[in-house]
């Protein structure tokens, strides 16, 4: 075959830095996700979604051909805590967690989890974003030690 064709779409999910409410503002957080979203263009893996609030991040996007997924979170991470710390003085302590959960999407579950990403708001009245996690980790059979899961 002459040419490489890929179709492989990632749902990424991480948090704040003990997730501190740095994105409580709704026009930061606004400003947050269109970042992220340039940045995954930038990288090849065009984002279908960025959602989240004020202390965690969904990204729906589709994976590049020439990236690792380490490389690709690591890149959004250092790419978007340098941009919000040059925003304001009171972002200088703006920072990711090390970890994320990075889980592969069905193309037929790409409408739903959409649907899911752009509802954040309602979602998290109800549920934490540490219960969320664990849910994520058990839907997608992921074994993990709480010990070492939160930062």
């Given amino acids: 075959m002459p040419q490489s064709l890929a179709q492989v779409y990632l749902h990424l999910v991480w948090s704040t830095k003990h997730r501190h409410p740095h994105l409580v503002d709704r026009q930061l957080r606004e400003k947050m996700h269109a970042y992220l979203a340039g940045t995954c263009h930038n990288l090849k893996c065009p984002s279908l979604i960025v959602g989240g609030v004020e202390d965690h991040v969904h990204i729906l ?18 790419a978007s805590s340098g941009w919000s710390k040059s925003l304001s003085p009171t972002l ?23 649907n899911y990403i752009r509802d954040q708001e309602n979602h998290h009245r109800r549920e ?3 219960d969320e996690f664990r849910r994520l980790m ?3 059979g992921i074994e993990f030690d709480e010990r070492y899961v939160w930062d």
């Fill in 61 to 78: 996007c589709r994976f590049g051909r020439t990236i690792t997924i380490a490389e690709l979170i690591r890149d959004l991470k250092r």
């Fill in 92 to 114: 200088k302590e703006f920072d990711w967690q090390d970890g994320y959960g990075a889980f592969s999407i069905s193309p037929s579950h790409v409408t739903g989890l959409t």
């Fill in 128 to 130: 934490s974003f540490q």
């Fill in 138 to 140: 058990r839907k997608y």
